[in-house]
């Protein structure tokens, strides 16, 4: 285990945790600090008893979540896709005991996940899509100095090693106030579970049953979902949704100035497309203007519900915010938001955000967003969510409009704002970030990753 100092940020325990911290992987848990720094890795595996060996030169390094609140810590996860784990040469009754999509692979799933047309697997970058991403190791610190010092704990196993090679490396975080590549402060909204032994923070709603993020315990309809086999492999595991964005900054800041006249007015569209401010200030609790002492009070700023706006006049019902997580709102199609909800780990990379990039040129500027969806059906979750919720609205009741910020918009896409008397309906709305990579990845305890590194 690396031992590394704490920071600032940390939150104490009030009630004792029920799951197996001490087996389950940092990452699962740990909020991502602010502000953050981090590196994440994809190696291929080139021999079975060399990829072994690699892991068990790196398990002894990968934090568990064990006081996961501390959240100032510097930490490393892993997670294998399936054709790592085929590389790795686990058991044939383990390997089909994964559900088929993890099997198949993000790339193959394209139609269900609706990756088409530029979001398509053929415009991936290298080596997303491949076969060749077997292991993912991701490195989370509040520090550059603790940053640096995890990441070489990280390349030390893999360096003039003949085991793995290390094919795809991309630094993330240490953006001006940790904002995302459009200028909003982000990871906030994230659910409570249960037994994770900290109560929920004020709008985050009742904690949700374990079992519908970490594998091996009842989930919400009181059933554990179907684990990988051995239940040593399979136990306090979970799944990744591994997805790579470029933002497209010129043609979020033309659309901005095509359909707003003045600076407040351009900023109060985009509150409209999220949902919040930049601020991180909910449009539910500042429906007027930006509150940044809200946006930064995490007793407040997720505390609040559609209530009292069920027509979209506050927060407009195809908001990104209000697709991801409707909180109570009452949906066109009936729908149990908690089998539903994620944990996400959102990480920006590249140039910050630039309020005065106007040129299309700007949108090739390596500037994005890596996110990690997790979740004990991560692939369904995923899957639901992309054809349902982000690139439909029938849910929501606006017809065939889709997210403002993550989908994939047609020719002619529309956004509509409710208003009195009538509502404002934005023609031209343009993909904002567009897919340029994805996977799929099981994140095993820290037992199944030593299980999987002994095998003979």
Same mark, same amino acid.
């Given at each position: ?81 399936? /054709? ?76 003039g090693f003949s085991g793995v090679t290390i094919i795809h490396m991309q ?109 991180? /200030? ?93 979740? /004990? ?80």
């Amino acid at each position: 285990m690396v031992t590394l100092e704490k920071g600032a940020g940390e939150r104490e325990s009030p009630s004792s945790p029920t799951l197996d911290l001490d087996d389950i992987q940092a990452t699962v848990l740990r909020y991502r600090p602010e502000p953050y720094f981090g590196t994440h890795v994809l190696l291929r595996v080139d021999d079975v008893q060399g990829g072994r060996e690699f892991l068990r030169r790196l398990s002894p390094h990968i934090d568990s979540a064990a006081g996961w609140w501390n959240a100032g810590d510097a930490w490393l996860g892993v997670g294998i896709s399936y /054709a790592g784990l085929e590389a790795l040469g686990l058991p044939d009754g383990s390997l089909q005991s994964f559900p088929e999509a993890f099997r198949a692979g993000m790339a193959a799933r394209a139609e269900q996940l609706r990756d088409l047309g530029e979001n398509a697997s053929g415009n991936w970058d290298f080596p997303f899509g491949t076969g060749h991403v077997h292991i993912g190791v991701t490195a989370f610190s509040d520090t550059a100095a603790k940053w640096r010092r995890t990441v070489a704990v990280a390349r030390e196993q893999a360096i003039g090693f003949s085991g793995v090679t290390i094919i795809h490396m991309q630094d993330f975080g240490a953006q001006p106030g940790s904002l995302n590549p459009f200028g909003y402060k982000d990871g906030i909204g994230q659910p409570a579970i249960e037994g994770s032994g900290v109560d929920p923070l004020p709008g985050q709603g009742r904690a949700i049953k374990a079992g519908e993020f970490i594998l091996g315990y009842p989930g919400e309809t009181g059933f554990a979902y179907p684990m990988p086999q051995p239940d040593m492999l399979g136990r306090n595991g979970t799944y990744v949704g591994f997805r790579k964005y470029q933002s497209r900054v010129g043609t979020f800041n033309r659309f901005l100035q095509a359909n707003a006249g003045t600076p407040e007015e351009r900023e109060l569209l985009a509150a409209k497309l999220v949902g919040r401010w930049r601020s991180g /200030a909910p449009l539910t609790l500042a429906p007027g203007a930006d509150d940044p002492l809200l946006g930064e009070d995490s007793q407040r700023n997720n505390d609040f519900d559609y209530s009292t706006d069920a027509r979209g006049r506050q927060v407009p019902l195809g908001c990104h915010m209000r697709r991801m997580n409707p909180r109570n709102a009452r949906l066109a199609q009936l729908t149990d938001v908690n089998l539903h909800r994620i944990i996400r780990r959102g990480t920006t990379y590249g140039a910050p955000y630039d309020p005065d990039a106007l040129s299309e040129e700007e949108d090739e500027v390596p500037r994005g967003v890596y996110f990690l969806f997790i979740s /004990a059906k991560a692939m369904a979750t995923l899957e639901f969510l992309q054809g349902e919720w982000i690139n439909d609205g029938n849910f929501a009741g606006v017809g065939d409009e889709r997210d403002p910020m993550v989908g994939l918009q047609p020719d002619g896409a529309v956004f509509s704002i409710p208003q009195a008397p009538v509502r404002r309906r934005i023609h031209g709305i343009d993909t904002f970030n567009v897919l340029r990579g994805g996977e799929y990845l099981f994140m095993p305890s820290l037992s199944a990753l030593k299980w999987i590194a002994s095998l003979s």
